[in-house]
Structure formats: structure tokens, C-alpha cells
């Protein structure tokens, strides 16, 4: 089975501090993709990064970068810098590319940046 | 790039009726689509998966007569839910991907559903 787990139910920091939150997932699978997805109080849905399983450089865009281990099949989220409008739920997802290809979503951690 | 739009945004309808909510990708054509019901404070849960063209996979547990899911092209997508009852109301989201592969889904803003 797929699974993703994020660990972390809520977390709050400071802003412009930096914070990271954590995520590891477990599959069978060597090919597949990670992604990141941000859901603000509007309850759109994000997308704030993704990596690919199959590149060793970390993906990073901004603000935000990982830190993928794919031997420990870990996916933290660094963000850098936070700002009021980080504020949000962060879902950490991975699809894999044979067979199964749906998302399986993490619980989700709720951030809370503090003015 | 990559806009998904949903319409209605929220809708409240009387228990026994039915509600069409739709999906569309706004700057691409999107082979494949999903919807997702989420309940508060938790995760989505994936519904089911629509390829355009053909009949829509439903997740177990999911009734497929009492969500009718239509991908009649490459940037629409319609879900309605029949006979709707209060326990059908919640917050209904769809994405829509480029292929049929593994690859980004880019979400629709949702739809709230309260069936009184």
C-alpha cells in the first residue's frame, strides 16, 4: 500500500523565520513524483512545488525548497523567509508512474505564521 | 498556466434534487480528471477519475449511479450528484492533469454543497 505520512498535525512560526515541514512516504515503486500543495483559507489548492523521484538535485522555487531522501523516502518542506501569506494547510502528495496513478495525499499540516 | 475553474462555488439545494457542479481547465486540455470530496479539517478523498471520452473510475465505497460524473471533453468536466441528501453536503474539488500519466494535477478552487 501507498501511504503518506506527515507527522507534524500543526506548526507555527514567527514571520520571516524559517520553517520545515516534514514528510516521508512509503511505496514500492521507483519512478514517481512528490509534490508539495499549499490550501490557504480559500481552500484552493496549490501547487507550491514537486520533484521528481527520478533527479537527485532538490526542486526549488523561491521561497520554498526540499529536501528529498529517496533512500529514507522522506520530502521536507523548507520554507524560507515565511510570510503572512503562508498561512495555510500544506498536504504533502506523491504519485507513482505504473498502475495506480492517483495522488495519495498526506493528512496535512496546518501552518500558522505569527505577525 | 494551468487554471482550473469550478461553478457553482457553493450551491444549497433542497434534499431529493439534483446539483451539477462543473469542472473546467481554463489554459490547457486536460486528459484527465478528478474529483475529491473533502471533509473539514481533513484530506481529500479521491471520488473518481475521468478520462475524456470514456467512463469515469469510481474509488470503492463511491456510488456511481449517485455520482454521475460526464468528461464529454478536454477542458469540461461535469459531476452531479442525484437525489441529494444533507449527508451529500460538503466541499467537492476537482483537478485536472494533461495526460493520463502520472503528472501535476492543478486543482479547482471547490465547490460547497449544502443540501438541506
Known amino acids: 500500500a501507498q501511504t503518506v505520512t506527515q507527522s507534524q498535525p500543526e506548526m507555527s512560526v514567527q514571520e520571516a523565520e524559517t520553517v520545515t515541514l516534514s514528510c516521508t512516504y512509503d511505496t514500492s515503486e521507483n519512478n514517481y513524483y512528490l509534490f508539495w500543495y499549499k490550501q490557504p483559507p480559500s481552500r484552493q489548492m496549490i501547487l507550491v512545488i514537486r520533484?521528481?523521484?527520478?533527479?537527485?538535485q532538490n526542486a526549488t522555487e523561491n521561497r520554498f525548497s526540499v529536501n528529498f531522501q529517496k533512500a529514507a523516502k522522506s520530502f521536507s518542506l523548507k520554507i524560507s523567509d515565511s510570510q503572512l501569506g503562508d498561512t495555510a494547510m500544506y498536504f504533502c502528495?506523491?504519485?507513482?508512474?505504473?498502475?495506480?496513478?492517483?495522488?495519495?495525499f498526506g493528512t496535512g499540516t496546518r501552518l500558522t505564521i505569527i505577525p | 498556466g494551468a487554471v482550473v475553474s469550478q461553478h457553482p462555488s457553493w450551491v444549497i439545494c433542497k434534499s431529493g434534487t439534483s446539483v451539477k457542479i462543473e469542472c473546467r481547465s481554463l489554459?490547457?486540455?486536460?486528459?484527465?480528471m478528478f474529483w475529491y470530496r473533502q471533509f473539514p479539517k481533513q484530506s481529500l478523498m479521491l471520488m473518481a477519475t475521468s478520462n475524456e471520452g470514456s467512463k469515469a473510475t469510481y474509488e470503492q465505497g463511491v456510488e456511481k449511479d449517485k455520482f454521475l460524473i460526464n468528461h464529454a471533453s478536454l477542458t469540461l468536466s461535469t459531476l452531479t450528484v442525484t437525489s441529494a441528501h444533507p449527508e451529500d453536503s460538503s466541499f467537492y474539488i476537482c483537478?485536472?492533469?494533461?495526460?493520463?500519466?502520472?503528472?501535476?494535477?492543478?486543482f479547482g478552487p471547490g465547490t460547497r454543497l449544502t443540501v438541506l
Open positions: 483537478s485536472a492533469s494533461r495526460s493520463a500519466g502520472a503528472d501535476t494535477q492543478y
Open positions: 502528495a506523491f504519485i507513482t508512474n505504473f498502475g495506480n496513478e492517483k495522488l495519495t
Open positions: 489554459d490547457f486540455q486536460a486528459t484527465t
Open positions: 520533484q521528481e523521484a527520478y533527479k537527485q
